[in-house]
């Protein structure tokens, strides 16, 4: 067993803000600041764990503040938490010195055939602050394998979560070998990045969103602000069809929130469920400013449940 201090497992990455990573508004799509964070946390855990890591968790990333075309964003990562197969490891990403964004992710080390493998490699603290970082890593730890108990079982759980839903939508992915790590795994970034733009595109649709009126007085557009409880069940594999599906869940005054789930399909037919989140968007105007939501009242009976869901998760209702 080899020990590592925290600062020895530090990654920084430098991103140039170019278009056509940018919306309307000229600022960074939240989808690629996604990618960003998760594929620096990718390489810290890689360079601790000796191997392949695969991401099996984000927790709760909110969007701070916006990144702009033509800026230069700093991403760092570094593994605060070692466990028996998996790595947690806190990114946080910069716009000069100001944090823009931060997360925990949690990473396991797999073998060739994307079974959990040993991480024979142990982080020691060597200040104060590492150990105040190692010791809340371990409590969110404890958290969340509180919620994950039924991961196995999730893991074949294929059902349509959006059936009900009527403001739904869904895509379907070939997962080719660009979107790959290695020619083997999907990229976890870029599939991030494809959900959060199926979530936009269900907002927009919703608030009635208009192309040609992306310079007039009466532009309006959703930005992404939160990604909540995203917990991965299954890696994606080379030549897999994905499906991507989305729906409405909750609209609040100026923000609605969108129920997304992944289910992978390989070339024999079988089926596993790889992840589900919750993305929040809000509405703004040609400035940037946030505006006012469309009305939504739930109808369906699967409307109304995952309503009230929504509104205890966001502390409304207990």
Excluded: W
């Excluded at 969340?144 to 079982?153: C, D, E, G």
């Excluded at 999907?186 to 927009?204: N, R, T």
């Amino acid at each position: 067993m080899s020990y590592l201090k925290i600062s020895d497992t530090t990654i920084e990455t430098f991103r140039f803000i170019h278009y056509e990573q940018s919306n309307f508004l000229n600022r960074l799509h939240g989808g690629d600041m996604l990618f960003f964070l998760v594929e620096a946390g990718m390489l810290s855990a890689t360079k601790v764990a000796m191997g392949t890591t695969v991401l099996a968790s984000l927790d709760d990333v909110i969007f701070k503040k916006p990144v702009k075309l033509g800026d230069i964003v700093k991403v760092r990562a570094e593994t605060v938490y070692v466990g028996n197969t998996s790595l947690e490891v806190e990114v946080s990403a910069f716009d000069r010195d100001e944090e823009v964004v931060s997360a925990y992710a949690t990473y396991v080390k797999v073998d060739d055939l994307l079974r959990p493998a040993p991480v024979n490699v142990k982080i020691t603290a060597e200040s104060e602050d590492d150990k105040r970082k190692m010791d809340e890593a371990k409590r969110r730890r404890e958290n969340r394998l509180s919620k994950i108990l039924n991961r196995q079982k999730m893991r074949f759980y294929v059902d349509d979560i959006t059936d009900g839903l009527r403001y739904r939508i869904s895509n379907v992915v070939h997962v080719s070998p660009e979107l790959t790590y290695d020619g083997r795994i999907m990229s976890a970034g870029k599939l991030l990045k494809l959900m959060d733009d199926l979530g936009g595109i269900i907002c927009l649709n919703y608030i009635n969103y208009n192309s040609k009126n992306i310079y007039d007085n009466v532009f309006n557009a959703v930005v992404t602000v939160a990604v909540k409880g995203l917990a991965f069940y299954s890696p994606i594999r080379l030549n897999d069809i994905v499906t991507i599906r989305a729906g409405l869940i909750y609209v609040g005054n100026t923000s609605a929130d969108i129920l997304i789930n992944v289910i992978r399909e390989d070339v024999n037919g079988t089926k596993e469920h790889v992840a589900t989140a919750y993305f929040t968007y809000v509405r703004v105007d040609k400035e940037g400013k946030p505006i006012k939501m469309p009305e939504y009242v739930p109808v369906t009976e699967r409307e109304k449940r995952l309503h009230e869901e929504a509104l205890t998760r966001r502390g409304l209702r207990k």
